[in-house]
């Protein structure tokens, strides 16, 4: 369908025209809130947003022709030109057709560090919208992804009842561990924990976000280390020229409330943003019924996050920006002993600078400080009785900056250029305790510092042929590393241990071919290597989960990724399918995993240790499709084949599935979307069987979850849901250590939406 123009004769005498229109999507349907611009010349006058009846009309129009143009979540942009004979008492009504965004249309800016059309690159990637995250039942950002495939947390736990050291993110199955294998990122800044690698999910405000980008595969070319499976960004929202309020709440099942917000305000060159969020859950027990004793309890958990942001726009070429956050976690993990607490602070500061002919540039610096507290236990048989054996304290800080440049050269290249360094100090300050007395104080912890500088060039060489090069250079080093071991309570002197300085160097090249064989589809082919270097949590700190132990070993050396990919995507001729198709194949070298050493019945001591090689290698599919009227079906398939292929130390392990990592994940989600009346989203996930151990000797079963969320808007502003997670029902496998640990059980809630402003 295409837009119309019509131009109509008033009886009145007036020197100024009135432009009004209407929005529609391919069905004919009114789209609500569809964000209008009104152009003339090359300078926007004036913005509106669509009512209720996809309506819109701008008053005292001093032109007689110009543009208005239109866009609304999950539509491609759509702009159409007026002109009036006449401007003497003459209206200008004008027709928007929104069609599907498709695949080709969406913007990136992860997958080549600026932004670029996703249908223009090679990459892997799933981009989030934040209308699909309003449509979620998911509470927590981190459960929201996991309908991206290949997206997976240490073991099968979300951020609502696991363990903070658990929260690292894998991608394709390159091992899946308490350290992320994946970057995540937040406008560009690390969120990964600086001593860890493990991620905070809460730190930011779901009513903030404004989409987020999953880039899948090696990618350190481009982001040095912990980019080894891939990339997930989240992109916040930012002040625009109206004031916005958007409010979210809701409570639920197990005693669970949570509060997000963000607002936002522009003065003239000034504009700032504050967006807060407050969780906090009961939670559930995480063993069966018929096994818990009265060391168990709710694994409960509470969070509060804010950020603030304040930006000045120095000329139309210069802007700067200051943004201070705070994150503060709370949590029981399950047993009456076992606790956990965070808290992190951040200052981030950057600037940006764009000129036609120099290019654009963008620096970004940061700095963070934070303390993480936990105890260890040791719990009897019958699970009667529980007893202290490690109380640890983990203070890290850590800075960084970044530069970057960005220029087009004609309509053929594109060059992306920069550095970035960084430096982390953290230790692991912890007493051992043996039945329930404190017998020693042990310390450990060291620094790191890493810089690496990084290129990439994106050569056009016709209308059908793309081909991006990318390269980056990385050198670290571990120094003012130590350990020490002071006996209390006995006779006896502090054993110091000082570790050596060491150090090591990646380089990370990247190529990538993209052929658009037709209109509609587009073959693409990437080779790449990637790495990540061990994080001081892994050098130097031992952690206990229920009946195993896992020490620390300050001689790990870094990861390193060979990868291949290729595949297609497909967009129909009205854009009402979407497919893409990726087969990989990666090896990892020297991957870090947690290796039995020994094991007796009340105790498994394991250490992390260097693996000789890991392979994994799958296929990966996702579709969209738009049905009847309001209705669209999507849904994503990984099949993943992950292995230990080499291990001279113990070939026994050899052949053996890596722990945590399913063969098969199948996700889907059924959307209708009557804006006006009623909006449901319907999503599920399965997993297939995968193990919680090296020696593959504690499988966790497979299983099926369902998830829906239903809304229904009381005025333009006022907006109610209801929102179901697990509605089958049925608890799963999460662990086995070797206590058996379940997933989260049926839970509802009800809860509002507030929307001023712009949205």
């Not at 209308?463 to 020490?484: E, G, M, Q």
Request: net charge positive; with cysteine.
């Amino acid at each position: 369908m295409g837009a119309t123009t019509r131009v109509c004769a008033q009886p009145q005498q007036t020197t100024t025209a009135r432009v009004r229109g209407l929005v529609l999507d391919t069905t004919g349907a009114p789209v609500r809130r569809a964000e209008v611009a009104l152009s003339v010349g090359a300078e926007v006058v004036r913005r509106a947003t669509t009512g209720d009846d996809g309506r819109f009309a701008f008053e005292d129009v001093q032109a007689t022709r110009g543009s208005v143009a239109a866009h609304a979540a999950g539509f491609a942009r759509r702009e159409e030109r007026w002109t009036l004979s006449d401007a003497d008492g003459q209206v200008a009504e004008i027709r928007l057709v929104l069609a599907p965004e498709g695949l080709a249309e969406q913007v990136t800016v992860t997958a080549t560090r600026t932004d670029t059309k996703l249908g223009e690159t090679a990459a892997s990637l799933r981009v989030i919208s934040r209308e699909t995250l309003e449509t979620t039942a998911s509470q927590t950002l981190d459960d929201a992804l996991r309908q991206v495939p290949g997206f997976q947390l240490f073991r099968r736990t979300g951020s609502r009842a696991a363990n903070p050291t658990a929260q690292g993110v894998s991608l394709r199955g390159v091992g899946a561990s308490g350290a992320s294998r994946a970057l995540v990122l937040a406008d560009g800044v690390p969120l990964n924990d600086p001593f860890g690698g493990w991620v905070s999910w809460g730190r930011v405000p779901r009513e903030s976000v404004a989409r987020v980008e999953v880039l899948r595969g090696g990618a350190s070319d481009l982001y040095g280390s912990a980019a080894l499976g891939g990339v997930v960004q989240i992109l916040t929202r930012r002040a625009e020229e109206r004031p916005t309020l958007s409010f979210e709440a809701s409570y639920g099942s197990q005693r669970t409330h949570d509060a997000s917000l963000f607002a936002a305000a522009r003065s003239g060159r000034w504009g700032a943003t504050l967006a807060a969020e407050s969780f906090h859950t009961g939670g559930y027990f995480l063993i069966r019924r018929e096994e818990r004793g009265a060391a168990d309890t709710p694994a409960a958990a509470r969070y509060t996050a804010l950020t603030a942001t304040l930006e000045r726009e120095m000329s139309d070429h210069v802007s700067l920006f200051a943004r201070a956050s705070y994150f503060g976690e709370a949590r029981d993990n399950g047993t009456l002993l076992q606790r956990n607490r965070t808290h992190l602070r951040q200052l981030v500061a950057g600037s940006d600078w764009r000129d036609t002919r120099a290019g654009t540039f963008v620096l970004r610096g940061y700095a963070g400080a934070q303390v993480f507290d936990q105890s260890f236990s040791a719990v009897s048989e019958d699970r009667e009785s529980e007893t202290l054996t490690r109380d640890q304290r983990v203070p890290a800080q850590s800075v960084g900056v970044s530069l970057q440049w960005s220029r087009a050269f004609g309509h053929s290249h594109a060059v992306v250029a920069g550095f970035d360094a960084r430096e982390v100090r953290g230790a692991s300050d912890e007493i051992v305790f043996a039945q329930g007395r404190a017998t020693s104080k042990v310390g450990a912890g060291g620094r790191e510092r890493m810089a690496g500088v990084f290129a990439e060039h994106v050569w056009r060489l016709s209308a059908k042929w793309l081909v991006t090069t990318a390269a980056r250079f990385d050198r670290w080093r571990n120094f003012d590393a130590s350990s020490a071991n002071t006996p209390l309570g006995r006779a006896g002197s502090t054993v110091v241990n000082i570790f050596p300085d060491r150090s090591e160097t990646a380089f990370s090249p990247r190529a990538s071919l993209l052929y658009s064989a037709h209109a509609r589809l587009s073959l693409y082919a990437s080779a790449y290597r990637a790495f990540r270097a061990p994080t001081l949590n892994e050098l130097y700190r031992a952690f206990r989960v229920g009946d195993v132990l896992t020490l620390a070993n300050e001689n790990l050396r870094a990861e390193r990724l060979t990868g291949a990919e290729g595949g297609a995507a497909y967009t129909s001729a009205r854009r009402r399918l979407t497919a893409r198709a990726t087969f990989f194949y990666l090896t990892v070298t020297r991957p870090v995993a947690n290796v039995t050493l020994t094991e007796t019945p009340t105790l498994i001591t394991r250490q992390r240790q260097n693996l000789g090689r890991l392979r994994s290698r799958g296929f990966e599919f996702e579709a969209e499709a738009l049905l009847r009227e309001r209705w669209s079906l999507s849904g994503g398939y990984l099949l993943t084949d992950s292995v230990v292929a080499r291990f001279p130390a113990n070939v026994a392990l050899e052949g053996a599935r890596v722990p945590q990592v399913p063969r098969h994940i199948l996700s889907f989600r059924l959307d209708y979307r009557a804006p006006s009346r009623l909006t449901v989203g319907l999503q599920g996930r399965a997993s297939s069987t995968q193990f919680d151990d090296d020696l593959n000797r504690f499988p966790l079963a497979p299983f099926f979850t369902l998830d829906a969320l239903a809304s229904r808007p009381l005025n333009d502003q006022l907006e109610l849901f209801a929102a179901g997670e697990n509605l089958t029902g049925r608890r799963y496998e999460v662990g086995r250590t070797p206590i058996e640990t379940l997933g989260p059980p049926l839970s509802v809630r009800v809860g509002m939406r507030i929307r001023l402003g712009a949205r």
